[in-house]
């Protein structure tokens, strides 16, 4: 599906609502393009002469990071410079008329300038105000400087990584900015639904990025409370459910899970085991617990014997859930991520194509769509302060003292 398809689409769920963008990176700006990709208007506010530190991070074409395409798509660009009065006061007229203001700056850096709560609710009772910082605005932490890369480890996530006994290793992607970014993106449709349906005023939503990570730690505090258990890393395995793991293959890996009683039946009569699959203590997930290193040597050698394909053909026809490791390649090559519209080709503002992922969720009456490509920095300036009111003169004279750019 090209950009052009998507953008024949009509509908949008968040028309009319209007969101102010500041902060930079990845967790403020990714909350920002969710919202643009279901239709609202996003204004990014970036430094002039520098923006948003993502234009440069990576992999660049063309004098522009490739990951800046996909991050700022459906976005305007306004190069404006909060650090001076006359930029805080053009900041300020725009959230007074904004739906939503999305930062993620450091605990009091908008107090600092004029932009704390306390004026910003005054100036606009119904504005939603999503803060994402490292610790949250509160708490002994809150001035410490944050990343996504601590928020993982405070989180509870970096210590389960990688293999036992062995330094914990990151997942391979700035996952806590993201997982931020979604928790503030939910609680930013939260607020507007209040607002809306309920009469409610505007309200800020506080996300913490060690927060955002440690919501989705499924049982590990409960299990630590209840029996003083503290999970530790283990690899590609999942601790307490059996078997779900990853096994070598002729040409590769292959991830297998079999850990429903019925599944585990069919899977073991595929691999030539129905010894196992027979088993009265291994009918359910405890007994398989109990003998999980067998069970998993078991299915190792059965695979180390087989390519990928052949493995997952054999499983797929004995209706056992199982997957190869995708690479970039393996994805873009898929049908299956095709069928689905996951791989966009998207026209850039420098003149090239690239193809970038879909859009999630998938909603039937009013879906996301590419809408308009990532903007350069402050191509949209002057439309947006005419929006307020500004005269061409006024504009000028901002650009001239480099309020503006």
């Known amino acids: 599906m090209s950009m052009t398809a998507a953008h024949t689409m009509s509908a949008t769920a968040l028309q009319g609502v209007r969101v102010i963008e500041m902060g930079q990176l990845i967790a403020g700006p990714f909350a920002g393009k969710t919202l643009g990709e279901f239709g609202a208007d996003v ?3 970036e430094a002039p002469g520098a923006g948003d530190p ?7 074409k063309d004098g522009t ?4 395409q996909v991050q700022s798509r459906n976005k305007r660009s306004l190069a404006l410079d909060l650090r001076s009065e006359e930029g805080q006061d053009i900041a300020r007229k725009l959230i007074a008329e904004a739906d939503v203001l999305v930062e993620n700056f450091r605990p009091g850096t908008l107090e600092s300038w004029g932009m704390g709560w306390d004026v910003l609710s005054e100036l606009n009772p119904g504005l939603v105000m999503l803060r994402i910082s490292g610790y949250g605005q509160t708490g002994p932490y809150r ?3 944050g ?4 928020g993982e480890a405070m989180g509870g996530l970096r210590h389960l990584t990688g293999e036992p006994g062995r330094v914990p290793v990151r997942c391979g992607i ?3 900015d993201t997982l931020a970014a979604l928790h503030g993106t939910i609680g930013v449709l939260t607020a507007l639904y209040h607002r809306k349906v309920n009469g409610g005023r505007g309200q800020v939503i506080d996300v913490a990025l060690h927060e955002a990570v440690f919501n989705v730690m499924e049982s590990l505090i409960p299990e630590y409370s209840a029996f003083g258990a503290v999970r530790e890393a283990a690899g590609s395995a999942l601790p307490g459910i059996a078997p779900s793991n990853a096994y070598r293959c002729v040409d590769g890996y292959v991830l297998v899970a079999g850990n429903g009683d019925s599944i585990f039946k069919r899977l073991m009569q595929a691999i030539g085991r129905p010894d196992l699959g027979d088993a009265t203590d291994l009918a359910n997930n405890a007994g398989r617990v109990a003998r999980v290193d067998e069970i998993d040597a078991a299915i190792g050698a059965w695979t180390a014997e087989r390519t990928v394909a052949d493995v997952l053909t054999i499983l797929g026809e004995a209706r056992v859930p199982a997957g190869k490791v995708y690479t970039a390649k393996d994805i873009a090559e898929d049908p299956h991520y ?4 996951m791989i966009l080709t998207q026209q850039t503002r420098e003149g090239y194509e690239v193809e970038v992922p879909g859009i999630v969720p998938k909603l039937m009456g009013t879906p996301g769509s590419v809408r308009s490509a990532a903007p350069r920095l402050g191509e949209d300036t002057d439309a947006v302060l005419r929006e307020i009111g500004l005269t061409e003169d006024q504009i000028a004279a901002l650009r001239a003292r480099k309020v503006v750019a």
């Open 147 to 150: 990343f996504g890369a601590i």
């Open 54 to 60: 993502l234009r440069n991070w990576r992999m660049m």
């Open 65 to 68: 990071s490739v990951w800046w």
């Open 338 to 341: 095709r069928a689905r519209d």
């Open 143 to 145: 001035d410490l400087p």
């Open 174 to 176: 700035s996952i806590g």
């Open 43 to 45: 204004i990014k506010i």
